[in-house]
Protein backbone atom coordinates (compact mmCIF):
# COMPACT_ATOMS: atom_id res chain seq x y z
CA UNK A 1 0.00 0.00 0.00
CA UNK A 2 0.93 3.58 -0.84
CA UNK A 3 0.88 5.91 2.57
CA UNK A 4 1.16 9.41 1.91
CA UNK A 5 0.40 10.14 5.51
CA UNK A 6 0.72 14.08 6.38
CA UNK A 7 2.89 14.11 10.04
CA UNK A 8 0.98 17.31 10.63
CA UNK A 9 -2.65 15.58 10.69
CA UNK A 10 -4.12 13.24 12.69
CA UNK A 11 -2.60 9.72 10.99
CA UNK A 12 -5.44 7.36 12.40
CA UNK A 13 -8.30 9.22 9.99
CA UNK A 14 -5.54 9.04 7.18
CA UNK A 15 -4.76 5.34 7.43
CA UNK A 16 -9.30 5.07 7.14
CA UNK A 17 -9.06 7.20 4.36
CA UNK A 18 -6.44 5.21 2.65
CA UNK A 19 -8.20 1.98 3.02
CA UNK A 20 -11.45 3.70 2.08
CA UNK A 21 -9.89 4.75 -1.30
CA UNK A 22 -8.17 1.74 -1.98
CA UNK A 23 -11.53 -0.36 -1.39
CA UNK A 24 -13.92 2.13 -3.36
CA UNK A 25 -11.19 2.46 -6.74
CA UNK A 26 -11.38 -1.57 -6.63
CA UNK A 27 -7.83 -1.74 -5.61
CA UNK A 28 -8.48 -4.28 -2.61
CA UNK A 29 -12.16 -5.91 -2.76
CA UNK A 30 -14.74 -7.48 -0.67
CA UNK A 31 -12.95 -10.67 0.89
CA UNK A 32 -9.51 -9.68 0.60
CA UNK A 33 -7.35 -9.78 3.39
CA UNK A 34 -5.95 -6.57 4.84
CA UNK A 35 -2.46 -5.98 5.35
CA UNK A 36 -1.51 -7.30 9.13
CA UNK A 37 -1.64 -4.35 11.25
CA UNK A 38 2.17 -4.66 11.99
CA UNK A 39 3.46 -4.63 8.40
CA UNK A 40 1.09 -1.11 7.90
CA UNK A 41 2.79 0.14 10.61
CA UNK A 42 6.14 -0.85 9.59
CA UNK A 43 5.34 0.49 6.07
CA UNK A 44 3.58 4.11 7.04
CA UNK A 45 6.24 4.33 10.20
CA UNK A 46 3.45 4.35 12.67
CA UNK A 47 3.12 2.58 15.58
CA UNK A 48 1.08 -0.60 15.63
CA UNK A 49 -1.43 0.98 18.05
CA UNK A 50 -1.98 3.85 15.73
CA UNK A 51 -2.84 1.23 12.78
CA UNK A 52 -5.13 -1.07 15.32
CA UNK A 53 -7.32 1.48 16.08
CA UNK A 54 -8.01 2.93 12.57
CA UNK A 55 -8.27 -0.70 11.76
CA UNK A 56 -11.01 -0.84 15.08
CA UNK A 57 -12.93 2.09 13.71
CA UNK A 58 -13.19 0.88 10.23
CA UNK A 59 -14.90 -2.15 11.53
CA UNK A 60 -17.11 -0.11 13.79
CA UNK A 61 -18.51 1.69 10.50
CA UNK A 62 -18.52 -1.80 8.53
CA UNK A 63 -15.40 -0.81 6.03
CA UNK A 64 -13.73 -4.49 7.81
CA UNK A 65 -14.49 -6.87 9.99
CA UNK A 66 -11.81 -8.98 12.07
CA UNK A 67 -11.65 -12.88 11.81
CA UNK A 68 -9.68 -14.05 15.29
CA UNK A 69 -6.58 -15.28 14.50
CA UNK A 70 -6.63 -14.69 10.94
CA UNK A 71 -6.38 -10.71 10.31
CA UNK A 72 -8.36 -8.15 8.90
CA UNK A 73 -10.86 -8.71 6.27
CA UNK A 74 -12.67 -6.23 3.68
CA UNK A 75 -16.72 -6.68 3.81
CA UNK A 76 -19.26 -7.01 1.38
CA UNK A 77 -20.23 -3.47 2.36
CA UNK A 78 -18.00 -1.18 -0.20
CA UNK A 79 -20.82 1.37 -0.65
CA UNK A 80 -19.77 2.46 2.90
CA UNK A 81 -16.23 3.04 2.05
CA UNK A 82 -17.53 4.94 -1.06
CA UNK A 83 -19.68 6.91 0.57
CA UNK A 84 -16.77 8.06 3.39
CA UNK A 85 -14.84 8.43 -0.03
CA UNK A 86 -17.63 10.75 -1.59
CA UNK A 87 -17.83 12.68 2.54
CA UNK A 88 -13.73 13.54 2.07
CA UNK A 89 -14.40 14.50 -1.55
CA UNK A 90 -17.21 16.89 -0.54
CA UNK A 91 -14.77 18.33 2.57
CA UNK A 92 -11.84 18.59 0.64
CA UNK A 93 -13.69 20.51 -2.04
CA UNK A 94 -15.66 22.83 0.26
CA UNK A 95 -12.06 23.59 1.66
CA UNK A 96 -10.70 24.46 -1.17
CA UNK A 97 -13.15 26.94 -2.34
CA UNK A 98 -13.53 28.74 0.89
CA UNK A 99 -9.75 29.32 0.59
CA UNK A 100 -10.08 30.50 -2.87
CA UNK A 101 -13.15 32.76 -1.82
CA UNK A 102 -10.69 34.23 1.32
CA UNK A 103 -8.18 35.20 -1.34
CA UNK A 104 -11.90 37.38 -3.32
CA UNK A 105 -12.18 35.20 -6.48
CA UNK A 106 -15.76 34.70 -6.94
CA UNK A 107 -17.19 31.27 -8.26
CA UNK A 108 -16.60 32.01 -12.13
CA UNK A 109 -12.51 32.78 -11.48
CA UNK A 110 -12.59 29.77 -9.14
CA UNK A 111 -13.69 27.42 -12.21
CA UNK A 112 -11.77 29.00 -15.15
CA UNK A 113 -8.83 28.11 -12.95
CA UNK A 114 -10.07 24.54 -12.17
CA UNK A 115 -10.43 24.09 -16.29
CA UNK A 116 -7.40 25.86 -16.60
CA UNK A 117 -5.48 23.12 -14.46
CA UNK A 118 -3.34 20.52 -15.34
CA UNK A 119 -2.22 17.35 -13.33
CA UNK A 120 1.19 16.67 -13.79
Known amino acids: M ?5 KNRAICPQICDTICV ?4 GDITPGERLTSVREV ?5 VTPNTVQKAYVLLEQRGVIYSKRGSGWYVSDRVDIAKDILDQMIHTKTA ?4 EMQSFGLD ?10 FRYS
Not at 22 to 25: H, K, L
Not at 41 to 45: I, K, P, Q
Request: net charge negative; no cysteine; hydrophobic share 45%.
Open 2 to 6: DWRLD
Open 22 to 25: MIAS
Open 41 to 45: AAEAD
Open 95 to 98: DYLN
Open 107 to 116: KKEIISIIKG
